[in-house]
């Protein structure tokens, strides 16, 4: 399981596996916020993550100026879907948690205030690069134990819901 090769999908046209060992192999660099230089096989690659979504484990990049959509999936994400079971389908969220450690930038929501799906809760920042955290449904806000300027651990709860 834990060797199993991620599966990437690029604009739900191509599909590739990567072995965790070579994903630990590639020789990338960070070059500015949420920017990266990476090396593979002779060739050049600028990489800017425009948006990374989480919760979907899908990540919206500029690939040498090409915008690209990239889903990964681990071993568990294509078990729930080889299954016919969609992760976290008829749960009622309570929280959310940090998905890495970082620092809160800003909290967009305020207790007792109603969100919608995809709706702006905070921004965290994480290895250089500002990600928002948005709502994975609706609810209202019940409490807000991230403030700005808090560093979080992974797992950390953000946001309670009611």
């Known amino acids: ?16 596996n990567l072995e965790p060992e070579a994903a630990k ?4 660099i960070p070059d500015g916020p949420g ?5 593979h096989e002779g060739q050049a690659y600028a990489i800017e993550v425009l948006e990374a979504d989480f919760e979907r484990s899908t990540y ?6 090409r915008k690209q959509v990239v889903r990964v999936a681990d071993f568990y994400d294509r078990l729930v879907q080889a299954l016919g079971l969609q992760a976290g389908g008829g749960q009622k969220i309570n929280s959310v948690k940090a998905p890495m450690p970082g620092l809160v930038l800003e909290v967009s929501v305020a207790p007792g205030q109603a969100v919608q ?6 921004i965290l920042e994480a290895m250089k690069m500002e990600n928002v955290i948005k709502a994975a449904g609706e609810g209202v806000v019940k409490a807000i134990p991230a403030t700005k300027g808090l560093a979080v651990d992974k797992g950390q709860v953000l946001i309670e819901f009611e």
């Open 60 to 65: 919206t990049l500029l690939l040498n100026g």
């Open 35 to 39: 920017r990266y230089h990476l090396l």
């Open 117 to 122: 799906k995809g709706d702006t809760l905070l």
């Open 25 to 28: 192999a590639l020789d990338m």
């Open 1 to 16: 399981m834990k060797n199993d090769p991620f599966l990437l999908v690029v604009n739900e046209e191509h599909e590739f």
